[in-house]
């Protein structure tokens, strides 16, 4: 339902000023300034495509080119960069690009920077919070929802039966919690022998 193409994004603002996170600089790769990029876009040697890159505040730009793949990431060079020393400063830089230089999603789909920053809220209107990230631990997309007032957040499954609507121009998304399950150990064979 929702395009990995940025985990994270920031908060407000128009287009032109929000960022997309893009990847990150894994390190260097051999001696010649080559550096290992960990991509979140969907195609992730598609990650030159959106041209230079940026920091977060956008203050340094990257000019990317992709030579190759391995199990740890892309291999990439970076323009202006020629030697491993070089390469090593840049461990750990976060690539973003604004938000207005992505194409627009398909039907059905959201750019995570698109959803964080949502008033999430019921079908009858009750307000359930903020949504402050979007998360995957491999399973699909998941909704951190901080309540109003509230310090810790509610987590939402991104599916079907649980987001009814996405108004990213109207700055809501509204939600059927599903109901609370119980915990307990009622019912459950623990697979103890007595």
């Known amino acids: 339902m929702t395009d990995k193409t940025s985990p994270q994004g920031n908060e407000g603002g128009d287009d032109a000023k929000r960022r997309v996170l893009l990847g990150h600089i894994a390190g260097a790769h051999g001696i010649r300034g080559a550096v290992l990029v960990r991509s979140y876009t969907a195609e992730p040697d598609g990650i030159a495509r959106y041209g230079p890159l940026e920091t977060e505040d956008g ?3 990257f000019v990317l080119s992709v030579e ?3 199990a ?3 291999i990439c060079r970076v323009e202006g960069v020629a030697d491993r020393t070089r390469a090593e400063t840049l461990k750990g830089t976060a690539l973003y690009v604004s938000r207005d230089r992505l194409p627009p999603p398909e ?3 959201y750019y995570h920077a698109d959803l964080i920053g949502l008033a999430a809220r019921t079908d009858e209107g009750a ?3 903020t949504v402050v990230a979007v998360l995957n631990y491999g399973a699909g997309d998941i909704l951190d ?3 109003d007032g509230a310090s810790r957040t509610v ?3 991104m599916s079907g039966d649980v987001v009814r609507r996405v108004d990213v121009a109207g700055g809501v998304i ?3 919690p599903p109901e609370e399950v119980d915990a307990g150990d009622e019912g459950v064979d623990a697979g103890v022998d007595d």
């Open 127 to 129: 307000a359930l919070g």
């Open 72 to 74: 740890k990431g892309l």
């Open 59 to 61: 203050r340094t730009r």
């Open 174 to 176: 509204v939600l059927a």
């Open 107 to 109: 039907e059905g789909e």
């Open 155 to 157: 987590l939402y499954p």
């Open 145 to 147: 929802v901080r309540p």
């Open 68 to 70: 190759g793949a391995t």
